[in-house]
């Protein structure tokens, strides 16, 4: 049974840092590629950020380019997002998302596997 874990939201001032964590199990982590999506409320979920099996590429939305970083672990079945210079526009809840595949997905619906969320509150 696969299962993500997020961690690390929580409440943050504009111009602050964050770092979220998301630990996998069930799964053979370095197979598949990994991304970080965020729902605000009222508003559909959206591409955060993805990263390749290896961690050797990455793609990022141009909302959080130059201040998100994804990285991943793959000895402790691990991927992060560093959040620097965060904005209110910025809150929302975070989730991690896993699928089995070469590529680098970017989209929701090719994802197979989702964490629960962790909520990301910057105040301005």
């Known amino acids: 049974q696969v299962q993500l874990v997020e961690s690390g939201g929580g409440l943050v001032q504009a111009g602050g840092s964050l770092r979220l964590s998301c630990a996998a199990s069930?799964?053979?982590?370095?197979?598949?590629?990994l991304g970080w999506f965020r729902q605000a409320p009222g508003k559909e979920r959206e591409f955060v950020a993805s990263?390749?099996?290896?961690?050797?590429?990455?793609y990022y939305a141009d909302s959080v380019k130059g201040r998100f970083t994804i990285s991943r672990d793959n000895a402790k079945n691990t991927v992060y997002l560093q959040m620097n210079s965060l904005k209110a526009e910025d809150t929302a809840v975070y989730y991690c998302?896993?699928?089995?595949?070469?590529?680098?997905?970017?989209?929701?619906?090719?994802?197979?596997?989702w964490g629960q969320g962790t909520q990301v509150t910057v105040s301005s």
């Open positions: 998302a896993a699928v089995r595949t070469r590529s680098i997905p970017t989209m929701v619906r090719e994802y197979a596997y």
């Open positions: 990263i390749t099996r290896s961690g050797d590429n990455t």
């Open positions: 069930g799964l053979t982590f370095s197979s598949y590629a």
